[in-house]
Nanobody, 128 residues
Framework: QLQIVESGGGLVQPGGSLRLSCAAS????????IGWFRQAPGKEREGVSC????????NYADSVKGRFTISKDHAKKTVYLQMNNLKPVDTGVYYC?????????????????????WGQGTQVTVSS
């Protein structure tokens, strides 16, 4: 049984940075496609970024391109989301999702449908 645990959230001022971690256990990490989603209060969940099992496919939402970077550390079985130049609109609960077929599709809606496992989320608050 795959388990996913997010960490690294917190309170940061606008313009600041955070690095979120998504640690996976109980399955073959190398086979997993991993995606990050977020949900702000009163808003629908939206896709942020994903990375395929091989790392060759990476996708970002337009709203975070140039500011967020996703990466994989196979030794630590962890996917990171480096978030720079954070804005108040980035506030929300950030969730990690895993696809056991290793995919990172162009559509985050598709990724949300195909993801097999989800973490509990980590809160990110960007405020002065």
């Amino acid at each position: 049984q795959l388990q996913i645990v997010e960490s690294g959230g917190g309170l940061v001022q606008p313009g600041g940075s955070l690095r979120l971690s998504c640690a996976a256990s109980g399955s073959t990490f190398e086979d997993l496609g991993i995606g990050w989603f977020r949900q702000a209060p009163g808003k629908e969940r939206e896709g942020v970024s994903c990375i395929s099992a091989t790392g060759r496919a990476i996708n970002y939402a337009d709203s975070v391109k140039g500011r967020f970077t996703i990466s994989k550390d196979h030794a630590k079985k962890t996917v990171y989301l480096q978030m720079n130049n954070l804005k108040p609109v980035d506030t929300g609960v950030y969730y990690c999702a895993a696809d056991t077929f290793g995919r990172c599709p162009d559509s985050f809606a598709v990724l949300a449908d195909i993801a097999d496992y989800w973490g509990q989320g980590t809160q990110v608050t960007v405020s002065s």
